[in-house]
């Protein structure tokens, strides 16, 4: 293990871990050093367990996606841009609240709960009591407080939004303490159980559950206050069914000890303390946007911004369901020191994420005229803002999860310091251009932000990892989609320009180019590899000598 991807000091178990967190060995050579291709087993098995992880992620991303963009529809059009101006900056004030008040702790367990023990006689279950009661000591004051600020805030953050804002905040307030429990029983989730669980609650139930409730709520002409609520329900619902999934693996009821032992809580709080204000920044980053339009701009401006921060989020699924799959493995490949085999992973997802999530914001990026006309003609405004945000998240999605290389690799202050560059540039250049420019200025501000956090990011994890973090596969994926999508999209424009018209042209051009691909051979034979890899069949590392080591349940 280096010194750049050592864990804080701590305690360790004192036999191999079982049980689900089970880590397997490669049965070859170590992953660096050695001759040259001595690593290629080891990062063959790693990259084949990503793919499989992956693949999971992807797929409860997508449907993530999908009612996350029908949840946007349910509150724009049933709330017009005022009232879901006011709905945004709600579910901002939960979110960074949230995002806060976890102070880092749900990184910290996705960085510790790998490497320890499983099961009634493991030491896993010590880290609940270090990770839990920290954050939700913080999250009731924050509730409480809040609640009781509540009629001050509202003013300043949903000043002239016709609606009773003291109680929309108080219950946004009010609700922090189930959403940080939450949010850390999810990061357990999904280092002790299989990932299809973490999918269904994160990817399923929330999302859809969602929509259905708010959608009912405006239906039913409740308002906004009773639609804060349906989009709060699920996070209670959610919480149950991660308590209920968690005790088991962990030993909870069954005799795992929950004292924590000496040196755990310095080691864990090293590590999670300098992610505390990175992960709040990450979580808040578009909200903070929100915000700061609602205050500088006014509500309508704040409901067009928010409009547009839907799409761009919701392109960045794909991004998200391969970082939350595959967080754990480099967590565990960093801590043994395996970096060749952590940046194979590492570029192989990367290039995955890249042909998923750049048609989407190249897409995004020419039509976002017709993309916003369905959230009605008063978001249309937000086309120059979504065009500036898109372009700005090819560079989020071309670098990678690098974020997640150099928390997993226990380097959460190098994160820090790049989120907290991207936040400076996010917060100045919003208070010089959002009084001027509204939403589109906000967009400016949070485009050079993100191209500032992401840069510095990739730079940081190149020089901890020690290793490549793009290659050939990579270029040539970049190259392929500006290519394709381009091509379709002029083919929409020149057919029924930037609105609804030329985006069905260019879906329909592009739809029939991806059928066309699947006409090749070398294609076909791909798209087999990694069926097998999904399978978790071995053909599709004829590189690899001697047997695969088993992937562990949980992972």
């Known amino acids: 293990m280096t010194a750049a991807t050592s864990p804080p000091p701590g305690p360790t178990p004192a036999s191999p871990p079982t049980g689900p967190a089970a880590t397997a060995a490669p049965t070859t050579g170590p992953a660096t050093g050695g001759s040259p291709g001595a690593d290629r087993p080891a990062d063959d098995t790693e990259t084949r367990r990503s793919v499989r992880s992956g693949v999971a992620g992807l797929i409860g991303a997508a449907t993530s996606g999908l009612f996350g963009f029908l949840l946007a529809v349910v509150i724009t059009r049933g709330y017009g841009t005022v009232g879901s101006g006011a709905f945004f900056a709600a579910i901002g004030v939960v979110t960074v609240a949230t995002a806060v008040c976890t102070l880092g702790a749900e990184t910290g367990l996705m960085w510790a709960l790998p490497r320890r023990r499983l099961g009634a006689r493991g030491d896993a279950a010590r880290v609940l009591p270090v990770a839990l009661a920290p954050p939700l000591l913080v999250a009731v004051a924050v509730a409480v407080g809040g609640a009781l600020a509540a009629d001050a805030l509202a003013p300043r953050l949903l000043g002239g939004a016709g609606v009773d804002g003291t109680a929309l905040l108080a219950v946004s307030f009010a609700a922090v303490p189930v959403v940080v429990a939450m949010t850390l ?105 929100v915000l700061l339009t609602s205050v500088l701009a006014g509500p309508a401006d704040a409901g067009v911004f928010g409009a547009v921060g839907r799409y761009i989020l919701a392109g960045q699924l794909a991004m998200q369901g391969l970082r939350v799959a595959v967080s754990p493995q480099l967590s565990r490949l960093l801590g043994r020191g395996e970096r060749a085999a952590a940046a194979a992973v590492h570029r192989q997802l990367t290039t995955w994420g890249l042909v998923l999530s750049w048609p989407v914001y190249l897409l995004l990026a020419v039509f976002g005229l017709a993309f916003l006309q369905l959230f009605g003609p008063e978001f249309t405004a937000g086309a120059p803002a979504m065009t500036v945000l898109a372009l700005a998240m090819l560079v989020n999605t071309g670098v990678g999860n690098v974020q997640s290389m150099l928390l997993m690799g226990g380097r959460s202050g190098l994160h820090l310091a790049a989120t907290l560059a991207g936040l400076l540039v996010t917060v100045s250049l919003g208070l010089w251009l959002i009084p001027g420019h509204g939403a589109t200025g906000a967009a400016v501000a949070w485009a050079v932000g993100i191209a500032t956090e992401n840069l510095t990011a990739v730079a940081c994890a190149r020089v901890v990892v020690g290793q490549p973090l793009v290659d050939a596969a990579m270029l040539r994926a970049a190259a392929a989609t500006v290519v394709g999508v381009g091509a379709a999209a002029a083919v929409g424009v020149l057919a029924g320009g930037r609105g609804i018209g030329g985006l069905v042209v260019a879906v329909g051009v592009l739809a029939a180019g991806c059928v066309g691909l699947l006409t090749l051979p070398r294609v076909r034979r791909r798209i087999r590899v990694t069926m097998v890899q999904v399978r978790g069949g071995q053909g599709a590392a004829p590189a690899a000598a001697g047997p695969v080591p088993e992937e562990p349940k949980g992972r």
């Open 185 to 289: 029983l999810l990061a357990a989730l999904r280092c002790v159980r299989p990932i299809r669980a973490y999918v269904g609650v994160q990817f399923f139930l929330l999302p859809v559950a969602r929509p259905v409730l708010v959608g009912a709520a405006a239906l039913a002409g409740g308002g906004l206050l009773a639609g804060m609520t349906g989009w709060l329900v699920p996070a209670a619902l959610a919480l149950l069914a991660c308590l209920t999934l968690v005790a088991g693996p962990l030993g909870v009821g069954r005799g795992a000890a929950l004292r924590p032992g000496r040196g755990d809580w310095s080691a864990f709080w090293r590590f999670a303390l300098p992610r505390a204000a990175s992960a709040a920044i990450d979580a808040g980053n578009m909200w903070v946007g």
